[in-house]
């Protein structure tokens, strides 16, 4: 089951990032008195239950830039399980907000009324708000909390089927692979040579999958579902309307899945929209595999470069054939073989995606079949690693040591001291650090614990978290 979305849409200054970030508890959207400061739409996961989408305003498309950005009303209303329309509550309702109330109830899908800056003395009363035809209405304060209680009330009335944390990895043994990247990558392609069927769409045209196609097999007695999802763009550069309800829908996919396989071209490298989406899912506590495709095209031109070196030498010889031959060692310099490729590929990904060391890479290659059944081995040994617990007694051996080979710097007269380490939790592993004046710990020592703790349990392809609490 995915996680529900919920949308929350309105006018420009309603207070809709405010209300994101209460409900989010944290400061993820962008806040300012300026209307409009919302220019594309952001994602968080709440509780593990659904998944929020704050948008931009709506606004006068006085030019085609705001027009993309008000396309978002609609993808949002398009992909949402719930829908909150969210009012300035000391503003009597104009044009503009009729016309939002009235795409949200075409769209037939739970809508909630929100009536917001109800701290303000400037507030209207329930009545004024009738024309918009919604039935159901709250009124909050996104400033002081006031009606936040009752709005995860009815969230937790209007969602009833979403699958809570405590119970999502227990009773569901179901292993779900996201299939993640940019567009044209060759995740359709790879999703029909996993399932042995022509499922999805494929095309060499960017952008072919608009949903999340899911085919479900069974590997080593155990059900595993493949989810193919649309190729994920620079915001800036995503089309508008259904291009950015499918990237909604990717993200959705992202937070369902166990194990996400990202998709990287090894004809076309593109750097830092590569590492943006491998750190959503770092972000997000998933599973991580790179699977650089196309080799196949790679392993072609370099067999037709290496036949035209051939060629050349030859002719070059009958030419010059008097000249001393070319040294082994000049040769080796002048040919590339396969296996020097695969290596600079390598090294490449190890560069590139540095911040993230424990991901395994595999090449591979839909046409030939090349290490695609390496797929499900990997991911199901990822998802053991997700789910291990390791004792106590374990981890603080492994703790003290680290503090001995290493200890923490602080000030002049002020040290942190780590005292004991507790696992809290699994799918991510989650550890919690005990001890005192835990402010002062740098961040390099905390990647350096992370190091030490990978050197003896199997944490491949996963991320692993750490909370620091003094103990007082």
């Given at each position: 089951?995915?996680?529900?979305?919920?949308?929350?849409?309105?006018?420009?200054?309603?207070?809709?990032?405010?209300?994101?970030?209460?409900?989010?508890?944290?400061?993820?959207?962008?806040?300012?008195?300026?209307?409009?400061?919302?220019?594309?739409?952001v994602t968080t996961t709440i509780d593990d239950?659904?998944?929020?989408?704050?948008?931009?305003?709506?606004?006068?498309?006085?030019?085609?830039?705001?027009?993309?950005?008000?396309?978002?009303?609609?993808?949002?209303?398009?992909?949402?399980?719930?829908?909150?329309?969210?009012?300035?509550?000391?503003?009597?309702?104009?044009?503009?907000?009729?016309?939002?109330?009235?795409?949200?109830?075409?769209?037939?899908?739970?809508?909630?009324?929100?009536?917001?800056?109800?701290?303000?003395?400037?507030?209207?009363?329930?009545?004024?708000?009738?024309?918009?035809g919604i039935r159901d209405h709250l009124d909050?304060?996104?400033?002081?909390?006031?009606?936040?209680?009752?709005?995860?009330?009815?969230?937790?009335?209007?969602?009833?089927?979403?699958?809570?944390?405590?119970?999502?990895?227990?009773?569901?043994?179901?292993?779900?692979?996201?299939?993640?990247?940019?567009?044209?990558?060759?995740?359709?392609?790879?999703?029909?040579?996993?399932?042995?069927?022509?499922?999805?769409?494929?095309?060499?045209?960017?952008?072919?999958?608009?949903?999340?196609?899911?085919?479900?097999?069974?590997?080593?007695?155990?059900?595993?579902?493949?989810?193919?999802?649309?190729?994920?763009?620079?915001?800036?550069?995503?089309?508008?309307?259904?291009?950015?309800?499918?990237?909604?829908?990717?993200?959705?996919?992202?937070?369902?899945?166990?194990?996400?396989?990202?998709?990287?071209?090894?004809?076309?490298?593109?750097?830092?929209?590569?590492?943006?989406?491998?750190?959503?899912?770092?972000?997000?506590?998933?599973?991580?595999?790179?699977?650089?495709?196309?080799?196949?095209?790679?392993?072609?031109?370099?067999?037709?470069?290496?036949?035209?070196?051939?060629?050349?030498?030859?002719?070059?010889?009958?030419?010059?054939?008097?000249?001393?031959?070319?040294?082994?060692?000049?040769?080796?310099?002048?040919?590339?073989?396969?296996?020097?490729?695969?290596?600079?590929?390598?090294?490449?990904?190890?560069?590139?995606?540095?911040?993230?060391?424990?991901?395994?890479?595999?090449?591979?290659?839909?046409?030939?079949?090349?290490?695609?059944?390496?797929?499900?081995?990997?991911?199901?040994?990822?998802?053991?690693?997700?789910?291990?617990?390791?004792?106590?007694?374990?981890?603080?051996?492994?703790?003290?040591?680290?503090?001995?080979?290493?200890?923490?710097?602080?000030?002049?007269?002020?040290?942190?001291?780590?005292?004991?380490?507790?696992?809290?939790?699994?799918?991510?592993?989650?550890?919690?650090?005990?001890?005192?004046?835990?402010?002062?710990?740098?961040?390099?020592?905390?990647?350096?614990?992370?190091?030490?703790?990978?050197?003896?349990?199997?944490?491949?392809?996963?991320?692993?978290?750490?909370?620091?609490?003094?103990?007082?």
């Open positions: 089951m995915r996680l529900p979305i919920v949308a929350i849409i309105g006018q420009t200054n309603a207070g809709k990032s405010s209300l994101f970030n209460r409900l989010a508890r944290k400061h993820q959207a962008i806040v300012a008195r300026e209307a409009g400061t919302t220019r594309d739409s239950r659904y998944l929020l989408v704050d948008t931009a305003g709506l606004k006068d498309p006085s030019d085609a830039f705001e027009a993309t950005i008000q396309a978002q009303i609609d993808d949002a209303i398009d992909a949402a399980d719930l829908i909150l329309l969210v009012v300035d509550g000391t503003k009597y309702p104009n044009h503009d907000d009729s016309l939002i109330a009235t795409k949200a109830l075409r769209s037939k899908k739970p809508l909630l009324l929100i009536r917001n800056k109800s701290d303000l003395k400037e507030f209207l009363p329930a009545y004024e708000f009738a024309q918009l909050v304060s996104a400033t002081t909390g006031y009606g936040f209680d009752s709005l995860r009330a009815n969230l937790d009335r209007l969602l009833p089927h979403a699958p809570r944390s405590s119970s999502r990895h227990k009773d569901d043994t179901t292993l779900k692979i996201a299939l993640v990247g940019r567009p044209n990558v060759g995740k359709s392609s790879l999703f029909n040579t996993l399932g042995k069927k022509q499922q999805a769409v494929v095309s060499s045209r960017a952008g072919t999958t608009r949903d999340v196609n899911r085919i479900t097999l069974r590997y080593n007695n155990r059900n595993l579902e493949i989810l193919d999802t649309a190729g994920l763009r620079r915001p800036g550069k995503r089309e508008v309307g259904i291009e950015k309800f499918s990237a909604i829908r990717t993200l959705a996919a992202i937070e369902e899945a166990d194990v996400c396989c990202l998709l990287v071209d090894s004809t076309e490298f593109h750097v830092k929209l590569d590492q943006a989406i491998a750190g959503q899912i770092v972000e997000a506590g998933k599973g991580i595999i790179f699977i650089v495709t196309k080799t196949d095209l790679l392993s072609s031109h370099e067999q037709e470069q290496e036949q035209n070196q051939k060629q050349a030498q030859n002719h070059e010889r009958k030419q010059h054939h008097e000249q001393e031959q070319e040294s082994p060692q000049s040769q080796n310099q002048d040919h590339a073989t396969p296996k020097d490729a695969t290596d600079q590929i390598l090294r490449r990904m190890r560069h590139d995606f540095d911040f993230i060391p424990y991901a395994p890479v595999i090449l591979t290659s839909s046409l030939t079949g090349k290490n695609v059944t390496k797929i499900f081995e990997l991911a199901t040994t990822i998802d053991q690693n997700r789910h291990q617990e390791i004792k106590t007694s374990d981890l603080n051996k492994i703790l003290m040591s680290a503090v001995a080979a290493h200890p923490p710097a602080g000030l002049k007269n002020t040290h942190p001291k780590l005292r004991y380490i507790v696992q809290t939790d699994t799918c991510p592993p989650w550890f919690v650090v005990y001890g005192s004046n835990l402010s002062l710990l740098h961040w390099s020592y905390k990647r350096y614990l992370e190091r030490r703790l990978r050197e003896v349990f199997p944490f491949n392809g996963t991320p692993i978290f750490f909370s620091f609490r003094n103990r007082d």
